[in-house]
Each structure stands twice: as structure tokens, then as C-alpha cells.
């Protein structure tokens, strides 16, 4: 069984920045992409961000040059910097990773206001 245990989100003012975590645990043997999606009410998930265990990233336009994307293997923790927040940012926030199989969190709320 596979653990994911997101944490940092929260309320923040537009501009501001917040930082996410995401562990995994459990039986895990080895993690291929990492990745942090998003849901805002009333919108589909929608990928925000992805990292392979190579370290290559992939990032959504919208997010690109605000957001940075990481991960410590030894740690099996992905990590999620958000920076010039916008309001329009605000949704769940949920890590995905994928072994042989894929796993979700269960989501962190971020919060911008205007």
C-alpha cells in the first residue's frame, strides 16, 4: 500500500508564495514521474506540473515561470514552489505519482486572494 501525504497549503495574498510537499510511502519500489495537478470548483484536474525521475520537468503554460517543480528521490518527496500567486490559482492541489501503478493525494487547498 502507497501513502501520500501532501502538505503547505493555505490562504495567501495575490503575489505571495507558498510551497508544497507531497511524501510517499509505503510499498514503494520505485517512483518513475511525479507529477501536481490541480481542481478548481466547477473545472476538470488539470496537470500543473511534472518531474521525471531524471529530473526533467514539464510545466503547464500557466504556470510556467512562477512555478518550480522538484523532487528528493532518497526522500520519494515531490515538491512544488508557486510564486506570483494570482487568484486564479486558487484550486486543490493534488500530487500524483506513478510507479507501476499511479497514486493520488489527497489534496492541499491554496487559497489566493485579490
Known amino acids: 500500500q502507497v501513502h501520500l501525504v501532501e502538505s503547505g497549503g493555505g490562504l495567501v495574498q495575490a503575489g505571495g508564495s507558498l510551497r508544497l510537499s507531497c511524501a510517499a510511502s509505503?510499498?514503494?519500489?520505485?517512483?518513475?514521474?511525479m507529477a501536481w495537478y490541480r481542481q478548481a470548483p466547477g473545472n476538470q484536474r488539470e496537470l500543473v506540473a511534472r518531474i521525471t525521475r531524471d529530473g526533467i520537468t514539464d510545466y503547464a503554460d500557466f504556470v510556467k515561470g512562477r512555478f518550480t517543480i522538484s523532487r528528493d528521490n532518497f526522500k520519494n518527496t515531490v515538491y512544488l514552489q508557486m510564486g506570483s500567486l494570482k487568484p486564479e490559482d486558487t484550486a486543490v492541489y493534488f500530487c500524483?505519482?506513478?510507479?507501476?501503478?499511479?497514486?493520488w493525494g489527497q489534496g492541499t487547498q491554496v487559497t489566493v486572494s485579490s
Open positions: 500524483q505519482i506513478v510507479t507501476i501503478q499511479t497514486f
Open positions: 509505503g510499498n514503494i519500489f520505485s517512483i518513475n514521474t
